[in-house]
């Protein structure tokens, strides 16, 4: 019989840490390492929701991208639909700025007959207003920008407008605040609101559009 050897049982154990552990950590590594990505499939959007740069998010993504990005301070998250959509529909909690895409004319008296609802035309001042916004944050061209609107239609135009001023990593919410609309006419799919991330009708005036 081989005699036994002197030693404390379990001390292997102890010196090695648990193989469960060091998966745990290795993954927590491969997270932070990777950069963070949308799971989006651009081949299932419909083409008025696809950018140049193909950088997409779901709204109920949001939250946790921008968290990974480094925190709110290090990304440019704006709301690109018209003054009174804020004001009579909500707006995110987190956004930065409402900064319109299109806007309503002053007095709406043109109707889009294609659309069905008034008129709107685009918002001259939006790339200043981005780069305004973006100024304010410490941020500049090659840092992360979300942009989201109702559905995400404006937003996916926004984005490539951006491209053309020398953006490098603006991302579309593709849901958007409010969602696709149902068989029923009603925006209840998905969305910002459907995924009952924070938002609220009380506006923030240092985040709203004013001409200047």
């Given at each position: 019989m081989l005699p036994t050897l002197n030693r404390r049982p379990g001390a292997s154990a102890?010196?090695?840490?648990?193989?469960?552990?060091?998966?745990?950590?290795?993954?927590?590594l491969l997270a932070l390492a990777a950069p963070a990505r949308a799971a989006v499939d651009a081949a299932t959007l419909p083409e008025v929701k696809r950018t140049r740069s193909g950088l997409y998010l779901e709204a109920r993504e949001v939250p946790a991208f921008i968290e990974a990005q480094g925190g709110a301070g290090r990304v440019l998250f704006l709301d690109l639909r018209t003054r009174a959509e804020a004001m009579y529909v909500g707006m995110a909690g987190p956004v930065d700025?409402?900064?319109?895409?299109?806007?309503?004319?002053?007095?709406?008296?043109?109707w889009d007959d294609r659309r069905?609802?008034?008129?709107?035309?685009?918002?001259?001042d939006f790339v200043p207003e981005?780069?305004?916004?973006?100024?304010?944050?410490?941020?500049?061209?090659?840092?992360v920008v979300v942009l989201m609107c109702r559905s995400g239609d404006r937003s996916s135009r926004g984005a490539n407008r951006l491209l053309e001023d020398g953006y490098t990593r603006v991302y579309t919410v593709v849901d958007g605040f409010e969602g696709d609309m149902s068989k029923e006419?009603?925006?209840?799919?998905?969305?910002?609101?459907?995924a009952n991330l924070p938002?609220?009708?009380?506006?923030?005036?240092?985040?709203?559009?004013?001409q200047r």
């Open positions: 102890l010196r090695r840490p648990p193989v469960l552990l060091l998966a745990l950590l290795l993954s927590l700025a409402l900064v319109p895409y299109v806007e309503h004319q002053e007095l709406m008296t043109d069905q609802i008034y008129r709107l035309e685009p918002l001259q981005v780069a305004r916004r973006l100024r304010d944050k410490g941020l500049g061209k090659t840092d006419g009603r925006r209840s799919v998905n969305g910002w609101k459907n938002w609220s009708y009380k506006l923030d005036k240092a985040k709203m559009y004013f």
